[in-house]
Structures are given as C-alpha cells and as structure tokens.
C-alpha cells in the first residue's frame, strides 16, 4: 500500500509541475492566435520532441507492447513507420507546408480546391483526432486501474476528466513545452521497463527459450500489416492537425523540415523498446490480458522507478490529448465558428469559444472509449482516415491539376463512410481499411480528372491565398 501511494505522489507531483507550466505559459492564450500558436516561433529541436510525444502516446505504447504481447517484434513497425513517415514529411512537405503559412490542413487544401473541400476536410480530421482521443481515454484508463486498483470504467472518466481541464489552461505554447518534458520521461520510462524486462525474462536468450520463433520475425504480423501500417502512419503524418499547426510555429521552413528529424530520431527507438518490453511481458506473465502488458510491469517495480515509469505513461496521455484537442479546436473555430458566428472578428468570443470546444472536444471521447478494447486497431482506423487526406496533400503539392475541385470535394466525403464501413466489416478479403483510404480518393480524382476538361481542372496554385 505505501508503495502504491508513493507512485502516485510520484505521478501527482509530476502532474504539478505540468499545471505549473501550463499556468506560467497560459500568459499567450489570451488571444486566439495565442492559444492556436503559442505567440512565437519555437527551435526545431522542441517541435521534433513535440510532434514525437504526441505521436508516442498511451494508445501508441500499450497498443504496441499489447501487439507485441501477441505477436511479437514486428509490432514496433506501428511505431517505426512513423519515424520513416517523419523523414519523408520533412523531405517532401516541411517547407512547403511552411511556405504557406497556414496552421490548419483544411486552409493549406482550401487553396487548391475551394471551400467546400475545406469543410469536408476539418469534419472527416475533427472525427479522426476524436477517434484518436477514444484510443488514449481507453489505454490511460487501463493505467489508472491498475495504479489505484478502482473500476476501468471509472478510471477512463477520470483521465477524461483531467487531461481535458489540463489542457484548457495553456493553449499551444505549454503544450509545446510540457511536450518536452513528456518526450524525456517516456523515454526514460520505456528504457526502464525494458532493462527490467529483459532481466526477468532471462534476456534475449530466455526470450528465445519462452516465445515461439515467429515472435522475433521483422514481418511476423504478416507485410500485408506492416505495409498498411506504414501506409497509415505516413499518411496520418502527411495530414494531420496537429502536425501543421506545429510545423507552423517552427518560423521558418529549414527550422520546420530539421523538426522532422529530430521526431524521427525519438520515435523509432521508442517503437522497438515498446514491442521488446510486450515480449518480456508474455514470458513473464503469460496469464494477464493483453493490454496489460505494460502496466503490469509498472506496478510490480520499485516505487520510485514506477512512479518514473507512469509518470511517462501520464505524459503521455496528456501529450496527446493536449495536441488531439487543441487540433480539433482550432479547425472547429477558423471553418465553422468564424465563418459563421463570428465575422465581425471579435477575439474575445474567439477565445471563449476555444476554451469551450477544448472541454467539448476533450469530454465527448469518454462516452465511447469505455467500449474501447483494442486501443491500437481504434488508432489504427484514425491514421486511415488522414491517410485519404495525405493523397490529397501530395496531390496539391505536386500534382495541382490532377482531378478538379469537385473530385476533391467528394473524395473526401467518400473516403469517411468507405474506410469506417470496411473496418466495421471487418477488413473483407484481407484488404485493410487502410489500402481503401488511400484508394478511394486516387480512384474519385482520377475518374473526374479523366471525365472532365482542363479547364475544370484546379489550377497551381501559390503561397497566396485567392
């Protein structure tokens, strides 16, 4: 029991010191470019550890270490292809991202195809980074339980709860900055785990003894998987909120792309640490469920080093809701609520609505991440969902006059109840619902590319807005 309580103090105070950054940074969201931005430009080296912790949150971690738990080494390729998909970002789209100057991915895609496509890209990305937020309600639930031994359901509401008020305190310049106090301490928590991982399981050689061979295959869970991951995971990268709007605070394109690589270099080790320590836990403790492979390991250390370890999982959990609900809001108050309600320009109502649609979007998830069980499939279905926007982004960047405006316009409109509707059935025929995200738009641009003439095409377009 004192052990117990001495984690949690571990946690609370770490949890303080958060509050504390987030209420010294809360200074710049007094106006909504304060809150969006963070009011200032940022080093590369902090955006590449902000754009890496919200990758590698709870959802990414335990989802990992829970494939591993099942599947062995090659779960990590969930983790490593978004690591390759940061080098391709920061070669193919920093700079021009930051060319543009927009912090949102539906005003980067208005320019080349028109309001409409605007609209439908902030509905299908606010329902994406949701479902993402469902995933991590799930796994820090699962932290919670084990840590204060009270019901799941309870614990999934209050991280709800908490990480959503967190958040609403600090806007984008304390996300960006407790972002890189989380990207150390998970690190350091995951090292943690694995070295006493492997000290239980007898090291590499107990491992081999304990676990069939096909747990230490590259391509154990088939490459039909890894391929969709990657596909997935690059194209979540390519065109998620939350990306954009970091990659527009870094201030200038050289700083942006430079982001890139520092995130790659957290997130790949990181991804191999997570599946090794899911293996341990199957040699271990053979008889837990699956999703407990990592926190059963967090609860049956020494306090001290626990407490570092699920002060890691904490941050990581706030991290990425603080990025998934910041994302949901900005794109929330430049396409629906100052179009439409605020034309006047007023900034204080913008702000006020801010901090509103941070606590809707950040309480709404709960509800269904009490169903949630496998939290990676759930992330997993969120990073298809922006992998059919990032045919889009590739397609404004360098093919501006494929397809036309209305085949952008649909698309996307398509690509939502295509992608959901084939991971409801179940990925039919093998074919995972990643593969018809990405299909769905080639196919809708390239039949209206070919039906209709180029003067209906959308035209290349500049930095400069229409």
């Given at each position: 029991m004192q052990s117990g309580w001495l984690v949690v103090l571990i946690v609370a105070g770490y949890i303080a010191l958060l509050a504390l950054i987030s209420f010294l940074a809360g200074r710049s969201t007094r106006t909504a470019s304060g809150f969006t931005s963070g009011g200032k430009s940022f080093p590369a080296v902090l955006i590449g550890f902000l754009l890496a912790s919200e990758f590698i949150g709870t959802s990414a971690s335990i989802g990992t270490a829970q494939e591993a738990y099942e599947s062995g080494i090659s779960s990590a390729w969930n983790i490593v292809s978004l690591g390759i998909g940061f080098v391709l970002f920061a070669f193919l789209l920093a700079r021009k991202f930051s060319a543009l100057g927009e912090n949102t991915i539906s005003g980067a895609l208005d320019r080349y195809y028109?309001?409409?496509?605007?609209?439908?890209?902030?509905?299908?990305?606010?329902?994406?980074?949701?479902?993402?937020?469902?995933?991590?309600?799930?796994?820090?639930?699962?932290?919670?339980?084990?840590?204060?031994?009270?019901?799941?359901?309870?614990?999934?509401?209050?991280?709800?709860?908490?990480?959503?008020?967190?958040?609403?305190?600090?806007?984008?310049?304390?996300?960006?900055?407790?972002?890189?106090?989380?990207?150390?301490?998970?690190?350091?928590?995951?090292?943690?785990?694995?070295?006493?991982?492997?000290?239980?399981?007898?090291?590499?050689?107990?491992?081999?003894?304990?676990?069939?061979?096909?747990?230490?295959?590259?391509?154990?869970?088939?490459?039909?998987?890894?391929?969709?991951?990657?596909?997935?995971?690059?194209?979540?990268?390519?065109?998620?909120?939350?990306?954009?709007?970091?990659?527009?605070?870094?201030?200038?394109?050289?700083?942006?792309?430079?982001?890139?690589?520092?995130?790659?270099?957290?997130?790949?080790?990181?991804?191999?640490?997570?599946?090794?320590?899911?293996?341990?836990?199957?040699?271990?403790?053979?008889?837990?469920?699956?999703?407990?492979?990592?926190?059963?390991?967090?609860?049956?250390?020494?306090?001290?080093?626990?407490?570092?370890?699920?002060?890691?999982?904490?941050?990581?959990?706030?991290?990425?809701?603080?990025?998934?609900?910041?994302?949901?809001?900005?794109?929330?108050?430049?396409?629906?609520?100052?179009?439409?309600?605020?034309?006047?320009?007023?900034?204080?109502?913008?702000?006020?609505?801010?901090?509103?649609?941070?606590?809707?979007?950040?309480?709404?998830?709960?509800?269904?991440?009490?169903?949630?069980?496998?939290?990676l499939t759930v992330t997993f279905l969120a990073k298809s969902l922006r992998a059919a926007l990032a045919v889009l982004v590739l397609l404004m960047f360098y093919a501006p006059r494929y397809g036309t405006r209305t085949g952008a316009f649909w698309a996307i409109v398509l690509a939502l109840p295509t992608t959901i509707g084939w991971f409801l059935l179940g990925d039919p025929f093998g074919i995972d619902n990643a593969y018809i995200a990405v299909a769905t738009p080639l196919l809708v641009m390239t039949c209206t590319h070919l039906t209709s003439g180029r003067s209906k095409t959308v035209p290349a377009v500049t930095g400069e807005k229409r």
């Amino acid at each position: 029991m004192q052990s117990g309580w001495l984690v949690v103090l571990i946690v609370a105070g770490y949890i303080a010191l958060l509050a504390l950054i987030s209420f010294l940074a809360g200074r710049s969201t007094r106006t909504a470019s304060g809150f969006t931005s963070g009011g200032k430009s940022f080093p590369a080296v902090l955006i590449g550890f902000l754009l890496a912790s919200e990758f590698i949150g709870t959802s990414a971690s335990i989802g990992t270490a829970q494939e591993a738990y099942e599947s062995g080494i090659s779960s990590a390729w969930n983790i490593v292809s978004l690591g390759i998909g940061f080098v391709l970002f920061a070669f193919l789209l920093a700079r021009k991202f930051s060319a543009l100057g927009e912090n949102t991915i539906s005003g980067a895609l208005d320019r080349y195809y028109g309001r409409r496509v605007r609209t439908a890209t902030s509905m299908i990305m606010v329902c994406s980074l949701l479902i993402v937020a469902v995933s991590v309600y799930a796994s820090g639930g699962a932290i919670l339980s084990g840590l204060l031994g009270v019901d799941q359901d309870l614990a999934v509401v209050l991280v709800g709860v908490l990480a959503t008020f967190y958040v609403v305190v600090g806007g984008m310049r304390s996300v960006v900055y407790t972002n890189v106090v989380h990207a150390i301490v998970k690190m350091a928590g995951v090292i943690i785990l694995a070295i006493i991982g492997a000290q239980r399981a007898g090291g590499v050689d107990g491992l081999r003894a304990a676990l069939p061979p096909t747990m230490f295959s590259w391509h154990g869970v088939g490459f039909g998987q890894i391929f969709a991951w990657l596909i997935a995971g690059v194209g979540a990268i390519f065109a998620t909120q939350y990306v954009v709007q970091a990659i527009t605070t870094a201030g200038n394109a050289h700083r942006a792309q430079r982001a890139g690589f520092y995130s790659a270099l957290i997130l790949v080790p990181y991804g191999l640490l997570a599946a090794f320590i899911g293996m341990c836990s199957a040699v271990v403790y053979p008889h837990i469920k699956s999703i407990q492979a990592m926190p059963a390991f967090a609860m049956d250390i020494d306090p001290v080093l626990a407490g570092i370890v699920v002060a890691g999982l904490a941050g990581a959990m706030f991290g990425t809701i603080a990025a998934l609900v910041i994302g949901a809001s900005t794109l929330l108050l430049k396409d629906f609520y100052q179009p439409h309600f605020n034309v006047a320009g007023d900034d204080r109502r913008d702000v006020l609505f801010l901090r509103v649609a941070t606590v809707v979007t950040g309480l709404v998830p709960i509800a269904l991440a009490l169903f949630a069980t496998d939290v990676l499939t759930v992330t997993f279905l969120a990073k298809s969902l922006r992998a059919a926007l990032a045919v889009l982004v590739l397609l404004m960047f360098y093919a501006p006059r494929y397809g036309t405006r209305t085949g952008a316009f649909w698309a996307i409109v398509l690509a939502l109840p295509t992608t959901i509707g084939w991971f409801l059935l179940g990925d039919p025929f093998g074919i995972d619902n990643a593969y018809i995200a990405v299909a769905t738009p080639l196919l809708v641009m390239t039949c209206t590319h070919l039906t209709s003439g180029r003067s209906k095409t959308v035209p290349a377009v500049t930095g400069e807005k229409r």
